[in-house]
């Protein structure tokens, strides 16, 4: 069994691939990781500019701690082929595939990159993030997990105005009320198929940071474990709503502690710890939450 390799996120921050500063500066943000886009961000006439830079930045992402991710354009745009003959290289961990109406371009674009890492040489396996962003590909998000194992993440966007809405028809509003259902079906197809990123987001107004905040943990509550972010400034909101925070780490710690002292005086799978019932299903949960909090350099 494959497990996806690609480092965990709290925030993925959008970047336009044209923008050579903006591309070149990434790694000075607080995001833990990258989305460079050469899809919506881009106009048609910039999109081998586009392609050139993002191809030149790669080779100094090699060592680079934050994850790195390109949005290419569909499969079916005529684009497609020539965003990976650029951008598969060392320096990037992921490439994520938008508007998906079935497993089938996910498919295509597993065959793609194994031919250019074959033939370049490059022993990292590139993965892939999964954007449904379309009625048919909602309904099948299960099947677009699991169409191949370069699949490291599915995002459940929640962004006003943006394909998804258009997709789906529905009214969008600041409580979220008509985009439950879709979230929590990407987040039960998605830890169906094994997935542990399961990313949503991004929120559309910059200047808005109580929104933000809002749509965020209303994500991290349904499950999601990241965010994406279409502005530097929402980094460091979304990574602290998203990061165990230190009185959780405390609790798991403290229950791991008990039930193993009363494993060992009495033998005894489950216990009564701070007034509740402990037994083998939440030393799992803990012992999940204190994994996820070293990922992030949160636990000695």
């Not at 044209?18 to 919506?40: C, K, M, Q, T």
């Not at 959780?248 to 791991?256: G, H, T, W």
Request: proline share 6%; glycine share 6%; with cysteine.
């Amino acid at each position: 069994l494959y497990v996806p390799s690609m480092k965990p996120v709290r925030s993925l921050l959008y970047i336009p691939a044209n923008r050579r500063e903006w591309v070149e500066s990434a790694p000075e943000n607080a995001a833990d990781g990258y989305i460079f886009d050469l899809e919506d961000a881009v106009p048609l006439d910039e999109k081998e500019h586009a392609r050139e830079v993002l191809a030149e930045a790669l080779a100094a992402f090699v060592d680079e701690e934050s994850a790195i991710t390109a949005r290419i354009n569909p499969p079916d745009t005529g684009l497609f082929e020539a965003d990976l003959e650029a951008i598969v290289r060392p320096g990037l961990d992921a490439v994520v595939v938008p508007k998906l109406p079935s497993p089938t371009e996910l498919e295509r674009t597993d065959h793609v990159l194994s031919y250019l890492e074959s033939v370049r040489g490059i022993d990292d396996r590139i993965e892939i993030i999964a954007l449904p962003e379309t009625a048919q590909g909602f309904r099948r998000c299960y099947d677009l997990c699991t169409a191949s194992e370069r699949v490291a993440a599915i995002v459940g966007g929640t962004s006003k105005g943006a394909d998804i809405q258009r997709a789906l028809g529905f009214e969008w509003t600041p409580g979220g009320k008509e985009k439950r259902h879709m979230l929590s079906k990407v987040v039960m197809d998605g830890r169906a198929a094994g997935l542990e990123q399961l990313i949503s987001g991004p929120w559309h107004d910059v200047e808005d940071i109580k929104g933000l905040q809002r749509e965020a943990r209303i994500a991290h509550q349904l499950g999601y474990t990241g965010y994406q972010i279409i502005h530097p400034s929402h980094a460091e909101p979304v990574n602290e709503i998203f990061r165990p925070d230190r009185a959780e780490i405390e609790r798991c710690r403290s229950l791991l502690d008990a039930i193993e002292d009363a494993q060992s005086a009495a033998g005894r799978g489950a216990i009564r710890h701070e007034g509740e019932m402990i037994d083998i299903a939440h030393i799992r949960r803990a012992e999940d939450i204190l994994e996820r909090a070293r990922a992030f350099d949160l636990l000695d």
